[in-house]
């Protein structure tokens, strides 16, 4: 593949572009005006179960088609967030009232909240590093773009990958970012934007390439590892919570019998179905009609699996939560190398908080949250075999979490940029010297 097949083909092509994309903050508020209201009366409400009991009854109802859980149910007393359309918001109530869980409004309605963030997207100051922002949030094609820029700009360090289309046809392209590529070094690979609506989680990626590629600060990261990062491993999902009114979504976007899309975070084939999936194609934790159903989650199969000899690590951003989690999202059991993942997990955590970020819980899926089959982490651990995978749930703001506003943006990536540079140098120490000279 070359680089010129992601799209554009020129230096001039992609100023073009870029100039397309910069609408006076006017215009573009008008477009935004126009979109329709899709969450108009919806609200939104803080859930505290205090028992197992209560925790398996909102587990009940995270399974079906009518509620939208913004959080991962957890231990006791532990909020969840869930948002109800106007239908629903009675029988949600009296469910609550029944089983004697507390609750409270969080959001009265979320349409006000969505479309002021609308109007800060628009309004934005424009924080650049390189070809991108990080006081706003990038749409894929700029997100190609940058890549693209990347890739001509050092050509030596960066390779772009195409590793196949989404179910609407846009590009999945993976940036390699190496040194040395013909050294065999290990590999950490980074994926993020599974579900839609975690835009945050897709400006960490590019913010950890931004940093790798693009500060000489940094070059001590590419001595001895590559990194293989795919921004966003659900392009059709995020296009549309953009550019719709739709701002929740979070699935992908092909047909599943009377609805659309599937949680690409419940496709993975490794006890697919177990628990914390729904089998009602209109849930948001819908699990697809059988494993690795999506076209995103195939591609990304097949590229971990031609890369799973040399990779070391697997991250996955998604939000929020402030979690580092390891597996197992399926059950409760403990991998064998809990106490390095563990270990490693609080490192990394330490490390955000000395650069100004929050502590994050660490531990496996199910004992810090509420299981979850078919993730991508428990996939790439027991199936392709890359020992240390997390998933990190970076933390939410703004009204509603996912709208973490612009001009908070650059903060969160680079406080958890501290604990991506953990990540790197342990497996630049752990790996160094058995890579370069095996034992007989």
Same mark, same amino acid.
């Given at each position: ?91 949600? @109530? ?85 040194? @040395? ?149 399926? @059950? ?109």
């Amino acid at each position: 593949m070359s680089i010129v097949s992601i799209g554009l083909s020129s230096e001039y092509d992609l100023n073009h572009h870029w100039n397309k994309m910069y609408k006076t903050a006017g215009l573009l508020y008008v477009l935004l005006a126009a979109v329709s209201a899709n969450y108009e009366g919806y609200k939104v409400y803080s859930v505290k179960p205090a028992n197992d009991t209560q925790i398996k009854m909102l587990g009940i109802l995270e399974n079906t088609e009518k509620l939208d859980f913004w959080s991962r149910l957890g231990y006791r007393s532990k909020t969840v967030d869930i948002m109800a359309a106007p239908t629903e918001q009675k029988e949600l @109530t009296a469910y609550l009232k029944n089983n004697n869980i507390q609750y409270e409004v969080l959001i009265d309605n979320v349409e006000t909240v969505v479309q002021q963030e609308h109007i800060e997207q628009s309004l934005s100051s424009r924080i650049f590093r390189g070809k991108i922002s990080f006081s706003k949030y990038n749409s894929h094609s700029d997100i190609n773009g940058y890549l693209y820029q990347l890739a001509l700009n050092y050509p030596k360090l960066v390779k772009l990958q195409d590793i196949g289309r989404s179910y609407e046809k846009r590009n999945m392209v993976v940036i390699q970012i190496s040194l @040395t590529p013909s050294a065999n070094n290990p590999i950490i690979f980074i994926d993020a934007g599974i579900h839609a609506r975690e835009w945050i989680s897709i400006a960490q990626a590019l913010y950890i390439i931004y940093e790798l590629v693009e500060n000489p600060a940094n070059k001590d990261l590419l001595a001895d590892v590559d990194w293989h990062i795919l921004p966003v491993v659900n392009p059709d999902g995020y296009e549309y919570s953009q550019k719709t009114g739709n701002r929740l979504w979070r699935k992908t976007r092909s047909p599943q019998d009377t609805c659309v899309g599937t949680d690409g975070n419940r496709n993975f084939d490794h006890y697919w179905g177990l628990n914390g999936a729904s089998s009602n194609p209109c849930a948001s934790n819908y699990k697809g009609p059988k494993p690795f159903s999506e076209v995103e989650t195939q591609n990304l199969r097949d590229y971990l699996l031609k890369i799973k000899n040399n990779a070391k690590l697997y991250l996955t951003f998604h939000s929020y939560g402030k979690y580092i989690l390891f597996p197992w999202g399926y @059950t409760s059991e403990l991998p064998h190398d809990e106490f390095e993942l563990r270990t490693l997990g609080k490192e990394v955590s330490d490390a955000i908080v000395k650069a100004g970020g929050p502590a994050y819980t660490v531990g496996t899926s199910t004992n810090v949250l509420y299981g979850a089959a078919g993730g991508s982490d428990d996939w790439v651990k027991g199936v392709a075999g890359i020992e240390l995978a997390y998933t990190i749930e970076l933390p939410g703001g703004g009204r509603i979490g996912f709208d973490l506003p612009g001009d908070a943006i650059l903060d969160v990536v680079n406080q958890t940029f501290a604990g991506v540079v953990v990540y790197g140098k342990y497996v630049s120490v752990k790996y160094q010297n058995v890579w370069r000279f095996p034992q007989n």
